[in-house]
């Protein structure tokens, strides 16, 4: 009886060990199974070296076979497997340790990797003799300037007045505004001399952490120097001198765009756009004579579309950009040798990072020799060719909501993901693209403009139809660039609209602005008529708040309040 007693007890004893047992191998095959996916779609989106998929097989396969050996019986294979996917972490986290306690070497003589000879050919391509180069000629001119002193104080309301800088001026209206121009007198003239005759390179910006090579907010004066100017020179009558700083102002906005960059391109289609619009007032409302219509001619931007030229430049330098963000994560000596860093040193005035403890992680998913970045680069930018495709115009922005895919990235190789997504994401490309064709249709819009005025000198009126003005215009300009058809023109009266659909290509009447209650952007691009602009007026602080109510609504003006009285 004793010895049936154990037996019952041992059967029960083993199986409830093989109850547990199949109850682990089930959830090691769970366990496996959520990595899986993960390391699947690491290998989709090109995340993973050869490494990093040798050794997540070697990590996954025991994960899924050894349950699978035990499930079926086979007990020594799913020891095997067991102790082989176990021993991979281990090991791994042995890697992890040895790299982070183990002393640099010569540390001094070991410097980041750059791409320099990639950025020289750009270089090479774009070089001008020094003497013809106006961005050394006005070099002391830039650093001369006093960036501070701003127009600020034309208006009492406290900030700077559209009038000045958006239409016609004289002497006699704005006197303080006009003596305060005249002490730039110096600045305008040595720039008009400048960009006359001239082109303005600065050298590339390589890394996306290096010191600007343009000196933006000097630039940005200078060109507000010259529209101020040339706005005072065409109210008072002296258009020869205002169409040259208009065209002056111009070329340095085209020139800026060749230091391919995202932030030139957005600066130089604002000043651009500004100056489109001054030449377009002009042309409708001021007297001019046939040669003063020619002048302009002469001088506007053409109106064939340069964005697949432009793009496939800013693309090619972003691609440099891009390898040498990620080639910080790697350090040569003077001999050549290469590994990764055991320091990371984002900008210059950020502390270096020791991450030796990560010299195991990168192997997984950065390429052993950085002339490797050429093909991860090129994987990135290859996503965005759609955007060199001149017919297509994409009408929104990537969503900046998480995905699986993003999480996977995350881990898979945190660095390229934050470089992805803080400075090369796909949204501020796709929204250059769009600026561009926004800018195209004021210049084309312009050209039109410019045919309309010759048209109604001709006639004594302004045409019925957009179909009276083609020996007077490019071919090209009749098509709106935001959707391939026609521009929108009427005759209204003693004058006319005339406008794009803007980039959601619908037709809403001219207009521009959001409709909180449709929750709803109208982007029509008004050629003309453009909007008065007027010297800005005091307002209450119960005005402004009714304002602020009408456009982000009630529950956001309550949260403002209740903010400043620090609820």
Not at 257 to 281: A, D, H, K, N, V
Not at 372 to 401: C, M, V
Not at 552 to 561: L, N
Request: glycine share 6%.
């Amino acid at each position: 009886m004793c010895a049936e007693g154990q037996g019952t007890k041992d059967d029960k004893k083993a199986r409830r060990r093989r109850k547990w047992q199949t109850t682990g191998r089930i959830g090691y095959l769970i366990g496996a199974g959520i990595f899986a996916p993960f390391f699947v779609t690491a290998i989709w989106i090109g995340y993973l070296s050869w490494i990093g998929l040798l050794v997540g097989i070697v990590y996954l396969s025991p994960g899924i076979l050894s349950p699978l050996a035990g499930l079926t019986g086979r007990k020594r294979l799913e020891g095997f497997l067991s102790w082989l996917s176990v021993g991979v972490p281990i090991l791994l986290a042995l890697a992890v340790a040895v790299a982070a306690i183990w002393p640099t070497d010569n540390g001094e003589q070991w410097k980041p990797y750059r791409f320099d000879e990639e950025f020289a050919v750009l270089e090479a391509e774009r070089s001008i003799p020094e003497q013809d180069n106006a961005a050394i000629r006005c070099q002391a001119l830039f650093a001369l300037l006093d960036v501070d002193d701003h127009a600020g104080f034309f208006f009492p309301a406290g900030r700077k007045s559209d009038v000045l800088y958006k239409d016609t001026w004289t002497r006699v209206e704005h006197p303080e505004a006009s003596q305060w121009l005249d002490s730039y007198d110096f600045a305008v003239d040595e720039l008009v001399r400048a960009a006359g005759t001239r082109r303005f390179r600065w050298p590339l910006q390589q890394y996306t952490y290096d010191e600007p090579t343009v000196p933006y907010r000097p630039v940005g004066h200078g060109l507000q120097l010259l529209i101020l100017s040339a706005n005072r020179d065409l109210g008072e009558g002296r258009f020869d001198e205002a169409i040259v700083k208009y065209s002056c102002a111009i070329g340095m906005i085209h020139d800026l765009r060749q230091q391919m960059q995202p932030l030139e391109f957005r600066i130089s289609y604002g000043y651009e756009t500004r100056i489109l619009r001054l030449i377009r007032r002009a042309l409708v409302q001021h007297a001019l004579s046939d040669r003063d219509i020619a002048q302009i001619a002469e001088h506007l931007p053409g109106a064939d579309d340069s964005w697949l030229a432009q793009a496939t430049a800013l693309f090619r330098a972003e691609k440099t950009r891009y390898m040498n963000l990620l080639a910080r994560l790697y350090e040569v000596n003077p001999e050549g040798e290469v590994r990764f860093s055991s320091q990371l040193q984002l900008s210059p005035d950020a502390s270096p990072q020791d991450i030796r403890w990560l010299r195991p992680y990168w192997p997984m998913n950065m390429p052993l020799d950085p002339k490797g970045l050429h093909h991860i680069a090129e994987d990135h930018f290859s996503r965005l060719a759609y955007l060199l495709e001149p017919d297509r115009l994409p009408l929104n922005g990537q969503e900046s909501t998480a995905s699986w895919t993003d999480f996977c990235r995350v881990l898979a190789n945190f660095y390229r993901w934050f470089g992805e997504m803080a400075f090369y994401r796909a949204d501020e490309y796709i929204t250059l693209r769009q600026l561009h064709a926004s800018l195209l249709a004021e210049q084309r819009g312009t050209w039109l403009v410019l045919a309309l005025r010759r048209c109604r000198d001709e006639h004594g009126l302004w045409p019925s139809s957009l179909n009276e003005i083609p020996e007077h215009v490019p071919p090209e300009a009749f098509v709106d660039p935001t959707n391939g058809g026609p521009f929108v023109y009427a005759r209204v009266d003693d004058s006319f609209s005339l406008y794009s659909t803007g980039i959601n290509r619908i037709d809403e009447g001219g207009r521009a602005r959001y409709i909180k209650e449709r929750n709803h952007h109208e982007d029509d691009i008004l050629i003309w008529p453009l909007a008065k602009p007027e010297p800005p007026k005091p307002r209450s602080k119960d005005a402004i708040m009714e304002e602020l109510k009408a456009i982000y609504g009630e529950d956001y003006v309550r949260r403002k309040q209740e903010d400043s009285n620090g609820v």
